[in-house]
């Protein structure tokens, strides 16, 4: 982190003095505090993905299928919500009672689904279990600068950025076992005995004497500003769901207008949710920011990847599931193996990222809706691997680059700002996630996305290359972005 007192351009941007390693990551020092930092990422992955695969279950038995899709509106909403919090909480009860107070909000909110019998119940359960995975997904980012030394900062990020590769493999894989022995409830149940561990991990290894004190304790939350936030997503999830082009176009722009008027407050306001260099391109933070902003509202073309492959390509569900999670397996492999790395390495895979999630999008727009001239291609089953390999090129883009843009935005930190820092990068990050997975939905529909008559395959066909083509434009202009960034910090 930076040590003087003003904020750094993004000329005196500041690289950790050396690389670590994973076996001083990893190894009897810290290891055990590692996981117990990370763990509870992990559940709100595999979460994630087990939801995803059980809720054609949980609408066949409880009903509300024009809700379906509010399940991940309302979770990512309400987890945006629980990662603003995180400041406040750390300051107020210390990093251990935080923790065990968001396992907590998260187990309940598990057990409100698994007792669920109206889609209403449902969602309020989605809702509550948000906000706990929203803060347990914010505490993995802020508890690295208050536990490890710098030059840890990059292989702790990865690692926390892997547990969503790792969830991938495990959270359809548990959803579908007890989605097809139709007992669905039991996948709610089943999050318990892992976060009964969690919990004992968390009581073990974050006690005061291993996380450093706050220094901006007395910080308040600006719960107006957090509410107005969601509600700008709502209105532009709420577009996919009209059926009037103008009403869409008007719900769009009016959660444009609340995003922007958050923005303006919070850049006048003394306690504020992101950093005000957050805000300003010209500045480490706020470049590096934008930048995760576009790759992560990039990556939110995966939602419809299942539909478009069971639809167009004749997969079979499980088979779309997994081949979907070459994305979220591309993406851990890239933090993992590109943490650590020197400044110039570093710099490199920066630059390198929004090209390869350029070139991985730009092959999807072609081959989901197979606009490529047949001669080019000698089999279906090559079809099949090349959608899978470009999938997989979509995730290493924004995987390997993740770990240095979000360590540059911590060590870009002013004094006192390092908590501030550490929980806007999950803020920014939902607030993106959710932003994306509400403009697919209304490009898709928009593009012929669920027309009837006998035009369902050719509605989809068109949904896949418009998506995925106007998606593409967001890595285009992260290349812009990065190229600026490391080249002022040089």
Known sequence: MT?????????????????????????????????????????????????????????GD?????????????????SIIGSTLTGKLLSRLGARSAYLLSLAV?????????????????????????????????????????????RLWSRAIALVSGMWGISTLLGPAVGGLFAAGGHWRLAFFALLPLLL????????QLGPRRVRAQSDVHQAMPLGRILLLALSVLLVALAAQTEQTWA?????LGGA????????????????????????????????????????????????????????????????????AAMAGGWSVGSLAGSGRSASAAARMIRLGPWLMLLGLVALALLLPSLLPTRLLASAALVDVLMVLALAVTGLGIGIGWPHLVARAMQAARPGEENLTSAAITTVQLYAMAIGAALAGLIANQAGLGLSGGQEEEGARQAAWVLFAAFALA????????????????
């Not at 190894?27 to 930092?37: E, P, Q, T």
């Not at 409880?62 to 309400?78: C, E, K, M, R, S």
């Open 257 to 324: 207008v609340l995003g922007l008027w958050v923005a303006r407050i919070d850049l006048r306001s003394r306690i504020s949710l992101l950093p005000r260099d957050g805000y300003r391109l010209s500045r480490v933070m706020g470049c590096a920011f934008a930048c995760i902003s576009l790759l992560v509202l990039a990556s939110c073309v995966e939602i419809f990847v299942p539909y478009f492959l069971q639809t167009l390509h004749g997969f079979a569900p499980l088979g779309a599931g997994y081949a979907t």
């Open 62 to 78: 409880i009903g509300g299928l024009a809700y379906y899709a509010w399940n991940v509106t309302l979770f990512v909403v309400t």
């Open 475 to 490: 890595p285009a202009m992260a290349t812009v972005l990065t190229r600026r960034l490391v080249a002022h910090g040089e």
């Open 3 to 59: 040590t003087s007192s003003s904020a750094p351009s993004i000329a005196t941007a500041s690289e950790p003095a050396s690389v670590a390693s994973w076996g001083d990551l990893l190894g009897r020092r810290h290891g055990w505090c590692a996981v117990a930092l990370t763990g509870g990422v992990a559940l709100h992955a595999i979460n994630v993905h087990i939801v995803t695969t059980i809720l054609p279950s949980v609408v």
């Open 106 to 150: 998260f187990g309940a909110g598990a057990m409100l689904c698994a007792g669920a019998t109206s889609m209403g119940w449902m969602l309020a359960g989605r809702a509550v279990q948000g906000i706990g995975g929203g803060l347990l997904a914010s505490l993995g980012y802020a508890l690295i600068p208050l536990v490890f030394e710098q």
């Open 248 to 252: 869409a176009a008007a719900c769009v």
């Open 197 to 204: 561990l969690q919990a004992a991990l968390v009581v073990g």
